[in-house]
């Protein structure tokens, strides 16, 4: 049996890094002001960051290709600059991913984070230790955890994206054409055999991703000290 392409593989995996990167820069802050925040916008914009998990992705997907089309602000703007346009572009792909995977990242941090609760927070401010020493020497360790979760979960779900991907994105290869693409235009084709291939490879993905998850929950239970 041939082997099918395989570049849509390493683009995918390519996308995926880049967007599990960014989403720990800023995801990170987000999960801690929901973790920790009294305000009344608190409901709003948790409602706001878990709109991809019930939002169709054609619909995000269109709106994104709205937005970011050169005719936008923003799409002038990109094209002014870089020459290139941000739809169907890689740019524009990681735009994309990064709105749809918001929820995978910042879930399992605020949770980590509320696990935390301000205690150890408090303590180490009793020993002069700034915020921002008090996040990283002891905050962060204790979450660490929920860090691992986020970032699989995020690396996974940008994966196997599909509609989001399709609508900013379209099909170039080289560029845009991601493994669940690929795996549908096989499909299309008929080319069941290559479709197979890269199915198999996802499916086993899946299945590894979520059995690391649980055992990760199961073997090393979140504590505080």
Request: hydrophobic content about 55%; proline content about 7%.
């Given at each position: 049996m041939?082997l099918?392409?395989?570049?849509?593989?390493?683009?995918?995996?390519?996308?995926?890094?880049?967007?599990?990167?960014?989403?720990?820069?800023?995801?990170?802050?987000?999960?801690?002001?929901?973790?920790?925040?009294?305000?009344?916008?608190r409901?709003?914009?948790?409602?706001?960051?878990?709109?991809?998990?019930?939002?169709?992705?054609?619909?995000?997907?269109?709106?994104?290709?709205?937005?970011?089309?050169?005719?936008?602000?923003v799409?002038?703007?990109?094209?002014?600059?870089?020459?290139?346009?941000?739809?169907?572009?890689?740019?524009?792909?990681?735009?994309?991913?990064?709105?749809?995977?918001?929820?995978?990242?910042?879930?399992?941090?605020?949770?980590?984070?509320?696990?935390?609760?301000?205690?150890?927070?408090?303590?180490?401010?009793t020993?002069?230790?700034?915020?921002?020493?008090?996040?990283?020497?002891?905050?962060?360790?204790?979450?660490?955890?929920?860090?691992l979760?986020?970032?699989?979960?995020?690396?996974?779900?940008?994966?196997g994206?599909?509609?989001v991907?399709?609508?900013?994105?379209?099909?170039?290869?080289?560029?845009?054409?991601?493994?669940?693409?690929?795996?549908?235009?096989?499909?299309?084709?008929?080319?069941y055999?290559?479709?197979?291939?890269?199915?198999?490879?996802l499916?086993?993905?899946?299945?590894?991703?979520?059995?690391?998850?649980?055992?990760?929950?199961?073997?090393?239970p979140?504590?505080?000290?």
């Amino acid at each position: 049996m041939e082997l099918p392409d395989l570049a849509p593989l390493w683009l995918t995996i390519r996308l995926a890094a880049v967007t599990t990167a960014i989403l720990l820069i800023l995801g990170t802050p987000v999960a801690w002001w929901l973790a920790f925040t009294r305000s009344r916008a608190r409901s709003a914009v948790e409602a706001l960051t878990a709109l991809p998990l019930v939002l169709p992705p054609t619909v995000l997907g269109f709106y994104l290709l709205v937005f970011l089309s050169p005719t936008s602000p923003v799409g002038a703007l990109w094209v002014n600059v870089t020459g290139h346009t941000l739809t169907f572009s890689f740019a524009g792909l990681v735009i994309a991913s990064v709105l749809y995977s918001l929820p995978f990242m910042v879930q399992p941090l605020q949770a980590a984070f509320e696990t935390v609760g301000r205690g150890p927070l408090e303590a180490a401010a009793t020993l002069r230790a700034s915020p921002v020493d008090a996040f990283f020497t002891v905050a962060a360790p204790i979450a660490l955890r929920g860090y691992l979760t986020a970032t699989v979960l995020t690396f996974a779900h940008t994966i196997g994206e599909f509609g989001v991907v399709l609508m900013v994105g379209g099909n170039i290869p080289g560029q845009t054409k991601v493994i669940s693409i690929a795996i549908y235009e096989h499909v299309e084709t008929i080319n069941y055999a290559s479709a197979h291939v890269l199915s198999a490879i996802l499916l086993l993905f899946s299945f590894v991703v979520l059995l690391f998850v649980y055992v990760m929950n199961r073997r090393f239970p979140m504590h505080v000290s």
